[in-house]
């Protein structure tokens, strides 16, 4: 059997200590990661070995050589571009002409691969996929299986909202060489976004092992100090140290003055030096010719080759890459990293996750809190369900603009429009600007929308051929909300959300030889009102009421619109319910519609003053769909009743279930311009042509659609626990038909159904249940709640 090391990967996010040297490389308990995984393969025989190369492969090729040295015979495969996980395996196809293993160069594992090997026999698998329990699975390939391990549903790295199980992928594969028939000629493409998604819709038998033993994937800062601890806590130390007291051990040639204080577990590379009434504390690493001075002190940090560390300076859970000089009395602290070839002069100090670029100089007294390059402190998941939100006062400042507009910027060419839309705060209109002079700093042309009207914002944006846009808000809670938009006018996709996520950690940016520059003429709501006017066909004679509440910035685009439909608007400022109700009764009024603060999300209340629940509103959603447009097929969320079928059936019509998500409701409408269920204008029309059509009352139609028995509760469920607790509840599913279009939807044999869907920014799953009357539905429910609470407590 042969294998393939995959150590193309340019480590990014282990950046800055992967700037100048390649991840395989990256030392690990003082010697490249990628040995581990040599070391591994050996100990089950396999010593035929492709390394797949790209991002500064000579280093790689110098230091590993033939294998020789390892037992192992090396045979690289250098690519020109980075061809993807699955393309980088492609390209040693000639090499790989049995079963073969594929494991990444930052991976490291105690894993049984043998026990793996005889469960991909038995199962006659194309590929295998060995598994590991994860808490928090976001970072991550999220894998589902049936009974027998075979792969049903794969994410990934998910969002909570998509987190069904906490088994994910550890990057290593055992494939049968047929497993190249099903590449695509012409990559870049990866095993887990394309070819695992494909096998598993296409029903092959791709199989996930349940693995015993230590694993870790080295691909971040945090991940990378946590391996450190692990290894020295399982004293999984390299033969080549001796250990000189119960858990210190030392290399060749060290020195250790008098009154030196030592604290296991720790480990010293060859010819470190450490002076008198030094502390070298537990869970440290120091590489090799490396030197702490006298009453210098270290704890948890993880100290690479060639450093000097002066007197009385503290460094506490910090990484320092190699050739580093640290003066007297500094202080540096936890997941703090330096990069190579820096000098912090004397006194200095660095705050917790700040990261010094290599070959800076800090001076004297400095107290260094955001990066030297860019890095200040971010929300741990960047975008949430509508766009990244953020504390106005506390999480938003000037320097994660700045940051968030130059990542975006790096992800598109020089010379892109870009449409900036804000609200009338000026918390927004600051950032919308600051936004904007970033991105002319980095080549790109930007034009203000001066409407703050969200769905009007989206629809420009494609009419008017611009690249992309980002509308910024601040909602009535104090969160300021940045929403970026492609050049279509959807929601950014994940792909594009890891993008700048990612090129946020990078801190890296080139400016633009040539600046760009704001356009001359504003956009504004004229060319949204004339298309929303000829898209509805929508006329009468009578004389219509709507009560609207709404921010002040919308009431003239609701003015002009509503008015050339013979709707007269009754102005409200006061969203109470009941007061509400009482505008409506007061005035007679047909319905009320309450906008939110980007006119994306509204409420509805009939004419009764009864506010629509979201059922009610989805079904709204089907019915003018189908009625008012040349639609055949309407997009509902996964939580939606079975019964629309049945009303979309009467309508010559059908349903397709998609993510409860804007992006996933828009693409399955992309062919219109306009949407019900994300434009409060447009759904306020569209009711009243509704109304005009069927000359009744809105609760009149509400009553007429099938009775909808639908129950919906939230349950708390912690973070570290959520994974765990859907992958349990899926195991005591194996017998029943499971839906993974959008949480993990449970069909019973009565024909009821449950839906767990956990959500993207609290710590709570929500469960709906549906069946043939309210109390079943809500049996099923409580159920399910019970047994979410209680695998919270095994």
Not at 139 to 150: E, Q
Not at 598 to 609: H, L, T, V, W, Y
Not at 724 to 733: D, G, I, P
Request: hydrophobic share 40%; glycine share 6%; with cysteine.
């Amino acid at each position: 059997m042969k294998a393939v090391i995959m150590a193309g990967g340019r480590g990014t996010r282990l950046r800055p200590l992967t700037c100048h040297v390649p991840k395989p490389i990256v030392p690990m308990m003082n010697k490249p990661v990628m040995e581990y995984s040599i070391e591994w393969l050996k100990q089950y025989g396999i010593t035929d070995i492709a390394v797949t190369v790209q991002y500064l492969s000579d280093e790689i090729i110098e230091y590993f050589g033939d294998g020789r040295r390892f037992g192992v015979h090396l045979h690289y495969f250098e690519e020109a571009t980075p061809l993807g996980t699955a393309g980088s395996v492609k390209h040693a196809q000639s090499f790989l002409d049995d079963t073969f293993v594929v494991i990444s160069a930052d991976t490291l594992t105690t894993i049984h691969l043998q026990q793996a090997i005889n469960f991909h026999f038995s199962k006659q698998a194309l590929i295998t996929v060995l598994m590991h329990h994860e808490a928090t699975p976001l970072s991550y390939g999220g894998i589902v299986t049936d009974r027998n391990g075979k792969i049903i549903h794969f994410v990934e790295k998910p969002k909570w909202n998509e987190v069904c199980s906490d088994l994910v992928n550890t990057g290593i594969y055992i494939c049968h060489p047929a497993i190249f028939n099903y590449m695509p000629e012409h990559p870049p493409y990866d095993f887990s976004q394309h070819i695992f998604p494909h096998l598993i819709q296409q029903g092959y038998p791709i199989y996930g092992y349940q693995a015993d033993g230590y694993w870790s994937d080295i691909g971040v800062i945090e991940q990378y100090h946590q391996t450190h601890i692990d290894l020295l806590r399982q004293r999984f130390v390299s033969s080549h140290y001796k250990e000189i007291a119960p858990d210190v051990w030392v290399g060749e040639r060290v020195q250790v003055a008098q009154g030196v204080k030592l604290e296991g577990p720790l480990l010293l590379g060859d010819d470190v030096r450490i002076d008198a009434h030094a502390t070298i504390g537990s869970y440290t690493v120091v590489g090799p010719r490396s030197v702490v001075s006298k009453y210098a002190s270290l704890k948890r940090s993880i100290v690479w080759s060639d450093v000097y560390i002066d007197e009385h300076s503290e460094l506490r859970g910090a990484v320092v890459a190699n050739d580093v000089y640290i003066g007297k009395k500094n202080e540096i602290f936890d997941y703090a990293v330096i990069g190579a070839k820096c000098k912090l002069e004397n006194k200095v100090k660095v705050q917790h996750a700040v990261k010094i670029w290599p070959n800076k100089t800090i001076t004297e007294k400095t107290k260094v809190k955001d990066s030297v390059v860019w890095g200040g402190k971010r929300p741990n998941v960047l975008f949430h369900q509508n766009g990244i939100s953020m504390r106005a006062h506390v999480d938003a400042h000037p320097l994660f603009i700045t940051q968030l507009a130059l990542a975006y910027s790096s992800l598109h060419e020089k010379g892109s429009r870009i449409l900036i839309g804000f609200d009338d705060q000026p918390f927004s209109k600051a950032f919308g600007t600051l936004f904007a002079q970033c991105l002319h700093m980095y080549g790109m042309y930007t034009n203000i929308y001066d409407g703050g009207y969200l769905p009007a914002f989206r629809y420009i944006i494609p009419h008017k051929w611009y690249d992309g846009g980002v509308f910024i808000t601040m909602n009535e809670h104090g969160e300021v909300i940045i929403d970026i938009h492609d050049e279509y006018g959807f929601p950014i996709d994940r792909t594009m959300e890891r993008a700048i996520a990612q090129q946020m950690e990078h801190e890296h940016y080139m400016l633009a030889i040539e600046m760009g520059g704001a356009m001359n003429e504003k956009e504004n709501d004229d060319m949204y009102i004339r298309a929303l006017r000829e898209w509805i066909a929508f006329s009468s004679s009578e004389q219509w009421k709507v009560v609207v509440a709404s921010p002040l910035l919308f009431r003239d685009i609701i003015h002009h619109t509503l008015q050339s439909f013979a709707i007269e608007v009754i102005w409200t400022e006061n969203c109470d319910d009941e007061h509400i109700r009482e505008q409506i009764n007061h005035e007679q009024a047909q319905f009320a519609i309450v906008f939110d603060h980007s006119g994306e999300r509204f409420r509805i209340f009939d004419g009764q003053g009864i506010a629509l629940t979201k059922e009610e509103m989805i079904s709204l959603h089907v019915l003018v769909s189908l009625l008012c447009s040349e639609t055949k097929k309407v997009a509902v969320p996964a939580w939606a009743p079975s019964v629309l079928h049945t009303l979309a059936e009467r309508l010559y019509g059908d349903i397709v279930y998609v993510k409860d998500t804007r992006r996933e409701f828009l693409l399955a409408h992309h062919h219109e311009p306009f949407h019900f269920y994300f434009d409060g204008l447009y759904a306020c029309v569209q009711l009243l042509h509704l109304l005009s059509m069927e000359r009744c009352s809105l609760r009149t139609i509400v009553s007429s659609i099938p009775t909808i028995h639908l129950s919906c509760r939230d349950v708390y469920c912690p973070w570290d626990e959520r994974a765990a607790v859907m992958r349990k509840l899926l195991e005591e599913s194996y017998d029943k038909h499971v839906d993974f279009t959008d949480g993990m939807k449970v069909y019973h044999e009565d024909g009821a159904w449950t839906l767990i869907l956990p959500k993207v920014d609290e710590p709570t799953l929500t469960i709906y249940s549906q069946a043939t009357n309210a109390q079943k539905a809500k049996e099923y429910t409580k159920y399910y709640i019970k047994k979410i609470r209680q695998y919270q407590n095994v």
